[in-house]
């Protein structure tokens, strides 16, 4: 299972970026799937989920500025980021909790990440 995730950039605040990962690979199913981020000397941290049924879960902080939207077919979950802080600089990773094959385990599968930067 391969993540690659795309859209980030430099863009100045107050702006927009919208972020996007693709899952290829032998995937049976994908149950949640999601955004994280981590900036310099900071812990990752959550950015939005998704439920395969389309239940969301936001940090407080991205609350009415982030949307997280999933393409089950395509299997892609999708960050629009707008509204950008200078904090909002990170490294965004896209994460989608996974099954290979029918009786496989569920388990995590990560992007490579990709970087924003909102500069003030």
């Known amino acids: 299972v391969q993540l690659q995730a795309s859209g980030g950039g430099l863009v100045q605040a107050g702006g927009s970026l919208r972020l996007s990962c693709l899952a290829s690979?032998?995937?049976?199913?994908?149950?949640?799937m999601g955004w994280y981020r981590q900036a310099p000397g900071k812990q990752r941290e959550k950015v939005a989920l998704?439920?395969?049924?389309?239940?969301?879960d936001y940090a407080d902080s991205m609350k009415g500025r982030f949307t997280i939207s999933r393409d089950n077919a395509k299997k892609t979950v999708d960050l629009q980021m707008n509204s950008l802080k200078p904090e909002d600089t990170a490294v965004y990773y896209c994460?989608?909790?996974?099954?290979?094959?029918?009786?496989?385990?569920?388990?995590?599968?990560w992007g490579q990440g990709t970087l924003v930067t909102v500069s003030s």
């Open positions: 998704i439920g395969s049924g389309g239940l969301t």
């Open positions: 994460k989608i909790q996974a099954r290979r094959t029918m009786l496989a385990s569920s388990r995590e599968y």
């Open positions: 690979g032998n995937i049976f199913s994908i149950s949640d």
